[in-house]
């Protein structure tokens, strides 16, 4: 017990004097500018998307959009969502899917938005998007390019990743992708980011928990995303139980009934605080015509919460799932066994 309670004290120690994140101040979250104090976060979404490009990683070149086009392109849908109490939106486009750094700093500086970019990444949809480098580098050698973003910056910008995003296919975990899940353990453990992984259905949600658990990682620092798309809900029970925060993050008009009824099974069984809900909206896509986004991001202010209101769920319940669980999930602390 010692042993490890000195690990862990050190960890955290390691973390503050490589982050410049005060010991003395509460929780934070590394926004594009900088780290905020977890607390004025405030609404946030959870889980959307600004920019994706899904040429493949093969073909993947940021000169394929123009910075000032998407900003004209996007500002508007975030002004919107700021006037309707939005305070941050985490946005969660992995590298080589169209994460740029500097755009999101323009549109957090212009929008008013805290904006939350990532480091990893992305395995699913059979490694479409993984850089020739993913298949040959060890788990160690990957998650040492994350952990530097994390200290440096990406890329020579100064700016930080706010959690790590990889994504796994939606079967059992294969060789490659589970050394996506260990790089991102090691990440975690060196930085304290929060590990997020496009998962989809139970069976590889809970091999990366088993994964996770093996590498001295605690579930709360794994979102398990896209969990919606698991049928059967009591899975999320269990997860829940090992820590793990359930990111059901498809929110559109066409399904709120659904959403409503899940969240009033979570709140029966008292795992209200353990869930995140956002819509994974958006987004610019570079190559295509620009005719708006597919989905804005208001469905979630404009229609759930007030539905929710008129569905037993009460001003706490609200706050807890959009202000108290992103700050909890998201706030950059080593979580470890
Ligand atoms: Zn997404």
Known sequence: MKRRKFIYQSSLIAVSAISGLSMRSGPQIMTVNGPVDSEKIGVTLSHEHI????????????????????????????????????????????????????LLKD???????????????????????????????????????????????????????????????????????????????????????????????????????????KLGVHGSAFVWVHAQNEKDKTAYFNAIQRGAWISLDGVEESNLDEYIEILQLMKERGFLDQILISQDAGWYEPG??????????????????????????????IKQLFENNPQKAFSIKVRNL
């Not at 994706?52 to 990683?57: M, P, Q, S, Y």
């Not at 004209?72 to 109490?85: F, R, V, W």
């Not at 804005?296 to 037993?312: A, C």
Request: aromatic share 10%.
């Open 288 to 317: 295509k015509p620009w005719n708006g986004p597919v989905r804005d991001y208001t469905v979630i202010f404009k229609q759930l919460i007030p539905k929710l209101k008129v569905s037993g769920f009460n001003q706490q319940d």
């Open 107 to 213: 549109l957090s500086r212009l929008s008013g938005l805290n904006i939350i970019t990532n480091t990893g990444y992305y395995g699913a949809v059979d490694n479409k998007y993984l850089p020739q480098s993913a298949f040959s580098a060890s788990a160690q050698e990957l998650s040492e390019v994350w952990v530097h973003e994390f200290k440096q910056g990406i890329k020579g910008t100064g700016i930080r990743p706010g959690f790590i995003k990889i994504s796994v296919n939606p079967e059992s975990l294969s060789d490659l992708h589970r050394k996506l899940v260990e790089a991102a353990a090691i990440t975690h453990l060196h930085t304290g980011l929060t590990i997020t992984s496009h998962t989809g259905p139970s069976r590889p949600a809970f091999e990366q928990l088993d994964m996770l658990q």
């Open 51 to 102: 920019l994706v490009d899904f040429i493949g990683a093969a073909q993947y070149n940021p000169v394929r959009w123009d910075r000032k086009d998407v900003v004209e392109a996007i500002l508007p849908y975030l002004i919107e969502i700021k006037q309707l109490g939005c305070k941050s939106l985490f946005e969660f486009t992995p590298e080589f899917l169209g994460r740029d750094p500097l």
